[in-house]
């Protein structure tokens, strides 16, 4: 978790801010999103059930949310690129938990044709 | 005689396994409170450290960059960290919702988490070059246990994302 990939590399510039700033947007192609649903390992909650026990930072956790937010993230971005978008801007995130344990991770943002 | 020679020794493990079980949540009742002002400490001064080396924050909330800088590369930037209550900050926790009122072992846990992923979010900034972090948004969310499984273990997690500017030297 110390180095989650950087999602911009080999695909789309993607921004959470309205616009993408130094360059023009030409046009909008709609609102373009990804998700992933992920359920806890067991093995992972053993250890992090140890370290319930005094607390702090679960990183099994941490390493497993942020790999599925990247998939939520790639997923996002090939619906991007098979609309012909050549980036996101105004990108969020929204997590949800699901019964069982399991957590949704969703991402939504509007994908642009930029000069 | 073989009896209660068996029934002693029975009750000798019943003892045992009750005061090892027990052994855990006494530990984290002496360390989570120390260990969780520790961790805290050290992430706050990790953020003093960074704000006064470089002179500024380098997060915002603001939906733009300053005007009259030109912009080579902006890209979205995200750190997470999922944290938990200790056994024994859950229990306090569990008391303190019997009469309401302010729950401070939770307050802490979720200030930690927000102090640690924002000051990650600063270091990931500058290790890749980013100027400044601008439309920083947080997102909290809880990872609940299972309802049906012996797993009690539940965590908060904390995301932090924004867009990284890298401004024209």
């Known amino acids: ?115 | 005689m073989m009896a209660s020679g068996e029934n002693l020794i029975g009750i000798t493990i019943a003892i045992l396994s009750i005061s090892l079980s027990g052994l855990p949540f006494v530990f984290s009742a002496l360390y989570s409170g120390r260990y969780q002002k520790s961790i805290t400490s050290k992430c706050s001064q990790r953020e003093f450290d960074f704000v006064s080396r470089n002179g500024v924050d380098n997060l915002s909330n603001l939906s733009g960059i300053l005007p009259g800088k030109g912009v080579v590369n902006s890209t979205l930037l995200m750190e997470s960290v999922v944290v938990g209550a200790s056994w024994w900050q859950s229990f306090v926790g569990f008391l303190h919702s019997l009469f309401g009122g302010k729950i401070d072992s939770f307050d802490s846990v979720l200030s930690f988490a927000r102090l640690e992923s924002m000051q990650r979010l600063r270091e990931k900034a500058e290790r890749e070059g980013y100027d400044t972090v601008v439309n920083m948004r947080i997102e909290t969310s809880s990872m609940v246990a299972q309802t049906n499984s012996k797993s009690k273990v539940a965590g908060v997690e904390v995301l932090v994302y924004g867009t990284g500017i890298r401004y024209a030297k």
């Not at chain 1, 590399?9 to 046009?27: D, F, H, K, M, W």
Request: avoid cysteine; charged fraction near 15%.
């Open chain 1, 1 to 115: 978790m110390q180095n989650q990939p950087n999602v911009t590399a080999g695909s789309i510039p993607l921004v959470n801010t309205e616009t993408i700033p130094g360059r023009t947007i030409i046009q909008t192609m709609g609102v373009v999103s990804g998700s992933t649903v992920r359920a806890k390992n067991v093995f992972k909650d053993i250890g992090a059930g140890f370290k319930s026990i005094i607390g702090g930072e679960l990183v099994a956790y941490t390493e497993l949310l942020s790999e599925s937010r990247q998939q939520a993230l790639e997923r996002m971005v090939a619906d991007a690129i098979g609309r012909g978008a050549n980036a996101i801007v105004n990108v969020r995130f929204a997590t949800s938990s699901v019964a069982g344990g399991a957590s949704e991770l969703f991402s939504y943002g509007t994908a642009v044709i930029i000069e």
